[in-house]
């Protein structure tokens, strides 16, 4: 399982500015301030999430989960997302429209672009270390592709988030200036709305991938490839004539293959075709955990 420490960072700096946030929401009464308050509230519960998600699919194989418990990881991420939306996104949305139907007036918003100044330069730091993470997961593969392709949920939901908390500090900026400057409140309430419509996005988005992991994957076309080329490369198979695979974890995965073998083998020369092709595989492609190989005619 590869590094996990920008999910700490991330942490310490939503829980530092979640504080910060509400403190400035208290005393200008502004909503924008309000919604980033509760998005950093959300991103810090979604931290703490993805480690005890991280944590349980570390566990070891056992009678009850013969396979491990790779898939707590893809079932945290799916309540994480689920979570931006309905208490991220919803609230937002919903504080923006009550503002708006009820505006009223702020007093001086020295704190809130005081705060807002250093959330921006503080939200940096973890989504540097968010971006370092994804940029070595991804290796060459563009960005997109690697969001909606990727076997490990944690580090795109880290990095969007972030990239989210960004967008939502400049619109709760532009919100907050409007809304002094030209002396009409309804602008906070506008950017609040908007804060909440870009958490709804990318909850949406998150949701269509950890779901998709939580029920069931198949691995990477070249990953599957190399193995299929080990398996066929040995003298005693004929072919693969099918093959089935599912991604239980990052690093966990599973290969079964229906394998029509050379006429006149034994029992016991078959069983160490087998084992043979199996450690070959499993030398070169370490994350495929489980081969198995069906001898069919």
Same mark, same amino acid.
């Given at each position: ?45 979604? %931290?703490?999430? +993805?480690?005890? @998600? ?15 418990? @790779? ?17 991220? *996104? ?21 704190? $809130? ?16 270390? =968010? ?17 909606? *392709? ?13 990239? @989210?908390?960004?967008? *939502? ?14 002396? $009409? ?9 908007? /804060? *909440? +419509? ?17 029920? @069931?994957?198949?691995? =990477? ?18 072919? /693969? ?20 073998? $050379? ?5 016991? %020369? ?9 450690? $070959? /595989? %499993? ?15």
């Amino acid at each position: 399982m590869k590094s996990r420490t920008f999910l700490w960072v991330s942490l310490t700096s939503d829980i530092l500015l979640a504080s910060a946030k509400f403190v400035a929401a208290a005393i200008s009464g502004s909503s924008a301030m309000l919604s980033e308050g509760i998005h950093s509230v959300i991103d810090a519960s979604s %931290q703490i999430l +993805l480690i005890w @998600g991280v944590h349980m699919s570390k566990k070891k194989p056992d009678e009850k989960r013969p396979f491990g418990y @790779g898939k707590e990881l893809y079932f945290w991420s799916f309540i994480v997302s689920l979570i931006i939306f309905l208490v991220g *996104g919803c609230i937002s949305i919903y504080q923006g429209f009550l503002r708006m139907r009820r505006p009223a007036a702020e007093g001086s918003g020295f704190w $809130n672009y005081l705060i807002l100044a250093t959330a921006f330069v503080l939200t940096l730091i973890p989504m540097m270390s =968010a971006s370092r993470a994804f940029k070595k997961q991804r290796g060459e593969i563009r960005f997109w592709r690697a969001v909606i *392709g990727t076997k490990d949920p944690t580090t795109p939901i880290v990095l969007l988030s972030d990239y @989210g908390d960004l967008a *939502g500090i400049v619109i709760a900026f532009l919100g907050v200036y409007l809304g002094h400057t030209l002396k $009409n409140p309804v602008y906070d309430g506008i950017s609040s709305i908007v /804060i *909440g +419509l870009i958490l709804t996005s990318i909850s949406a988005l998150l949701i269509r991938e950890s779901k998709s992991l939580l029920v @069931g994957e198949i691995p =990477a076309k070249s990953k599957l490839a190399e193995a299929l080329q080990i398996a066929g490369a040995d003298p005693e198979v004929i072919k /693969i004539k099918k093959h089935f695979s599912t991604v239980m974890a990052p690093d966990y995965l599973i290969l079964v293959m229906e394998t029509v073998f $050379n006429d006149g083998l034994t029992t016991s %020369q078959l069983i160490k075709v087998i084992e043979q092709i199996t450690e $070959n /595989i %499993q030398k070169e492609c370490p994350t495929i955990r489980q081969i198995f190989m069906e001898p069919v005619r």
